[in-house]
């Protein structure tokens, strides 16, 4: 009797639509299935914790039983302290969701990266990657992609040449996959280009070139009206046809460093950056060509907008907040603002992005709090959880009940104790 009830437990926990398996969730607008918990701490609701060897500010992607994340491991050590243009081994690791047990660790790389990366917030092995539940896809830029099963049996890799990004301030840009497609941005500071690649062998289906510098935010795929885009931003915000690479429309407006991901619901897609000329703006992309200064831009703004932290968006209402912990929270399709620029209770300073769980959004500092505020029109804060002597880069995930923590060498479990 007592193991056909932690049988069912485990099956409940685990059930199939609750898997984080990319970027930004399951919908790519950074809002999670279920519920997780309110208040926690490394005391309260903390189901496990786990060292990761190493430095990796990727996120951690689920699938089933099930959590995949990469790291860069010096050769002299698996310290997380900066060891900038020294060699490494860049790691793809499995967790065991329930317990935080390392299932496999496989290093798909060793080498010197020929470039460093910022400090604190860069990391040798700051892509997140991507699973469909067969493999899981590590896409590490100037290293090449490593597509493994879920057993950890390595089943092809690519390799690509090196990125020279702006400033040195290093890749992380995210994996994305449709169906059997996978989509690889290469923006830099010269020869900048998308790839299209079969996501069962690698084999190249198609490349177009990129007239941008440095980006790092990943393309986003949307269906409107039966037909799919995929929407990619730089210094402007392109569509392509996801089968040919064929430019469909296009629209300039935005800053340099492009990080924050594009969302999009009902035939807008949102977009925005924090650098240099700040800028957001909702258009509409039923249309083609050169939208720029057109009516397919709806509305604009340049205050608040996040260099960092991407956007959160959930029944017509986009949640985002810049990198010295402002939040806004605007009417999505008409861009009305509820509130602007409101300040979290601390001092706080944030570079992961935010997530919404059962009308709470969560939103991880580099202070070590996860401070929790209610969705919707008015701003109320519902908890401020502190996790200690932490740093928070890497975006939360959440699946099944549980909420995943990164932080500087540990992983977190946070979960609801019965």
């Not at 959590?67 to 020294?86: S, V």
């Not at 092995?125 to 991507?130: C, G, L, R």
């Not at 941008?212 to 995929?230: F, H, I, N, R």
């Amino acid at each position: 009797m007592r193991f056909a009830v932690l049988a069912l437990a485990c099956v409940t926990l685990f059930a199939a639509d609750d898997d984080w398996s990319r970027w930004r969730g399951p919908n790519d607008d950074g809002v999670a299935r279920g519920d997780a918990p309110l208040e926690f701490s490394q005391t309260k609701n903390l189901a496990w914790k786990t060292k990761i060897p190493g430095r990796g500010h990727s996120s951690p992607v689920i699938w089933g039983d099930k959590i995949f994340l990469t790291t860069a491991i010096p050769t002299l050590g698996d310290t997380y302290e900066p060891a900038l243009r020294k060699e490494h081994r860049f790691v793809v690791m499995c967790l065991d969701r329930n317990t935080g047990k390392v299932l496999w660790e496989r290093t798909a790389k060793t080498a010197a990266p020929p470039e460093a990366h910022q400090i604190p917030y860069g990391s040798y092995a700051s892509n997140t990657p991507v699973t469909d539940g067969k493999r899981v896809y590590a896409f590490l830029e100037s290293r090449g992609i490593f597509v493994y099963d879920l057993n950890g049996v390595l089943q092809w890799q690519k390799d690509f040449p090196p990125l020279h990004k702006r400033g040195e301030f290093g890749e992380g840009t995210p994996t994305m996959l449709d169906g059997n497609t996978l989509y690889l941005k290469f923006d830099q500071e010269q020869n900048s280009y998308l790839l299209a690649l079969d996501k069962n062998t690698g084999k190249e289906l198609w490349r177009v070139e990129r007239d941008e510098p440095s980006s790092w935010s990943a393309p986003l795929m949307v269906t409107y009206k039966g037909q799919k885009q995929l929407i990619v931003a730089g210094t402007k915000v392109r569509s392509y046809d996801p089968a040919t690479g064929k430019l469909i429309w296009q629209c300039a407006g935005l800053g340099l460093n492009s990080i924050p991901n594009p969302v999009s619901a009902d035939g807008i897609a949102y977009v925005m950056t924090g650098f240099q000329n700040p800028n957001m703006f909702a258009v509409r992309i039923d249309r083609e060509g050169d939208l720029t200064g057109t009516d397919a831009v709806l509305w604009s703004t340049n205050r608040g907008t996040p260099y960092n932290p991407s956007p959160v968006l959930q029944n017509d209402i986009l949640y985002f907040v810049n990198d010295t912990a402002m939040l806004s929270v605007f009417k999505a399709s008409t861009g009305e603002a509820y509130y602007k620029q409101q300040r979290l209770p601390n001092p706080y300073s944030l570079k992961s992005s935010p997530v919404a769980v059962n009308g709470k959004l969560y939103m991880a500092t580099e202070q070590g709090d996860v401070v929790v505020v209610k969705m919707g029109p008015k701003f109320e804060v519902l908890a401020i959880n502190s996790m200690g002597d932490e740093m928070f880069i890497a975006t939360p995930a959440v699946a099944g009940g549980s909420m995943y923590l990164r932080g500087r060498s540990t992983l977190y479990c946070i979960r609801q104790k019965q």
